[in-house]
């Protein structure tokens, strides 16, 4: 599956597949084959943050 281009959009599906499935972001890059920098970055530029703690970005 190819992730989003557009960053509120990835936004979006990244916080929903957290919730729903994966214990934390870098288990949710290991099944998926997904570079967590590239998402990071991606969602930095549009002022999203990842939260360990909460398992989101917010």
Known sequence: MSLPKDPFILYSMINMKLRD?????????????????????????AGFEYNIQTNQFA
């Open 21 to 45: 499935s994966y214990p934390s972001l870098d288990a949710l890059c290991d099944d998926m084959g997904e570079d967590r920098k590239e998402i990071e970055k991606t969602l930095a530029e």
